[in-house]
């Protein structure tokens, strides 16, 4: 009989999905077939999987520690946050349209059928199936028609150890308190709690532990470290992405739009010891020394030009671009750089159109029809082969499209302009590839560090998985599992 496990976080941001993808490789290391799976998902940051749809970028990375192609079932319910009120739902791998977040609280119980299909099958083959939570079940004002924690845990019949995050302060009010509020049928899902991103000497927290233990009368499985090498693995969240690298060498600037999305194509850019990437937060302005400025994808093209336009960002670009600066936009950055932006049907937003940022020599309409391919590709200047991804809406045409940015099965793809310092391509993963990576860093006179990413992922995963059987109690954990 399969078993599986959820783990459930007394807040958002406590480490949820870096703990499930640890326990996902350390139950491999076993020698399980394990599978990850997380039943509803909030995040811009998404991957096109094995079969053709997408989940969350957690997922993905989840998938890879269990050794697995990333699917669909892992990850049926995803919600992309278009809005401050609206999100695109995203049902195993396809889009069902935006629904403002009333529609989505009316209609959430009807997705509890397709994330228990999804469940079984994923179920149906493997040893053991690692579950992740959403937010907090603390939140009972949203438990009718709950589907991301404890409604799930309870329609699935799937135990639960519940996450406490020490570096935010208080672990002990969020794990006893997280007991006092839930209903007792909840409540006894849970089997054991976990205290996670403790920085020092974990048996100063000894006392603390025990309290824990003793109020809620739950064992503890657990304190975790601060895993200093967390940022090698993709984030999946904005909030994680930090504010500046500390090493030098090419300056590389991006913009931290309201709605970013697929910003772990910066990751293997970050890794580069030759390469100084800096995250530029709302308020600032783009630094007036950098060599080139990444425009990355959006979920929102429109919404969050008028967002760059208010930071006065657009003013650095196009300084930047006088001064002799490399700009390359992906995706959302890429329709940006545009002329215009058109939107007839109102597919993110209200209808209309927006100038672009008139450096390149295209413009874009929005079409509901959404392209989801993986693909091979070879880059135009370099003649390097890659492998990457497309996930967008929206069709990019005009006479600076003759200069291609790559090439994909023969076709052109993606635009360079006549000066050649300013590119746009809807490609997501590239810099992934060590080959192109190299030889595209190779041009800013950049040479790559000796360690691939792929091989550093990996790498770290493992030292991830070990940190957790060093501070753990994973024997006792794993039998927590309930068999389905």
Request: net charge negative; glycine share 14%.
């Amino acid at each position: 009989m399969t078993r599986a496990l959820m783990i459930q976080g007394t807040g958002s941001n406590v480490g949820k999905s870096m703990l499930v993808a640890g326990l996902c490789r350390a139950a491999r290391r076993r020698g399980l077939a394990v599978a990850p799976f997380k039943p509803q998902n909030m995040s811009n940051n998404a991957a096109v999987t094995a079969d053709g749809g997408e989940i969350g970028r957690a997922q993905a990375l989840q998938a890879l520690a269990c050794g697995l192609e990333p699917l669909t079932d892992m990850n049926p319910v995803l919600l992309k946050p278009e809005t401050d009120t609206g999100a695109q739902v995203i049902v195993q791998g396809r889009a069902r349209g935006t629904w403002r977040a009333r529609e989505f609280t009316d209609r959430k119980p009807s997705l509890m059928g397709p994330v228990l299909d999804s469940f079984g099958r994923l179920a149906g083959g493997v040893d053991l199936v690692l579950v992740e939570g959403a937010g907090s079940p603390a939140e009972i004002n949203l438990r009718a028609g709950d589907i991301a924690n404890m409604g799930f845990a309870r329609a699935a019949h799937v135990p639960v150890v519940l996450v406490g995050d020490i570096d935010r302060g208080g672990v002990i009010a969020q794990i006893v308190g997280t007991k006092a509020v839930l209903d007792p049928a909840d409540a006894a899902m849970i089997r054991g709690f976990a205290v996670n991103k403790f920085r020092g000497d974990p048996r100063l927290f000894d006392d603390g532990y025990a309290m824990i233990s003793q109020a809620t009368g739950w064992p503890g499985f657990g304190v975790v470290p601060w895993y200093a090498e967390a940022h090698r693995l993709p984030a999946e969240d904005a909030v994680d992405l930090d504010a500046a690298a500390t090493s030098e060498g090419l300056e590389i600037v991006c913009p931290m739009l309201s709605r970013i999305a697929n910003f772990d194509d910066l990751d293997p850019l970050n890794l580069e010891p030759g390469v100084r990437l800096t995250m530029v937060p709302p308020g600032r302005p783009l630094p007036a020394g950098a060599d080139l400025v990444i425009l990355p994808g959006t979920k929102s093209t429109r919404g969050d030009l008028a967002f760059l336009r208010a930071q006065g960002w657009d003013i650095d670009l196009a300084a930047h671009v006088r001064r002799g600066g490399h700009v390359l936009g992906l995706c959302g950055g890429y329709q940006m750089l545009g002329q215009r932006i058109l939107d007839p049907d109102g597919l993110e937003g209200p209808p209309g159109e927006t100038a672009g940022l008139g450096l390149l020599d295209l413009e874009t309409v929005m079409r509901p029809d959404k392209t989801l391919t993986r693909v091979s590709a070879v880059h135009a200047a370099t003649g390097t082969g890659f492998s990457g991804y497309e996930i967008h809406i929206g069709k990019t045409d005009g006479p600076d499209r003759a200069r291609a940015f790559a090439h994909v099965g023969g076709r052109p793809e993606g635009a360079v302009s006549p000066c050649g310092r300013v590119a746009g391509s809807y490609l997501h993963g590239l810099f992934a590839e060590d080959g192109f990576r190299r030889a595209w860093l190779a041009r800013f006179g950049v040479e790559v560090g000796p360690l691939g990413y792929g091989a550093a992922v990996e790498q770290t995963l493992d030292g991830l998985a070990a940190h957790l059987e060093t501070h753990m109690q994973l024997d006792a954990l794993f039998a927590a599992a309930g068999e389905l």
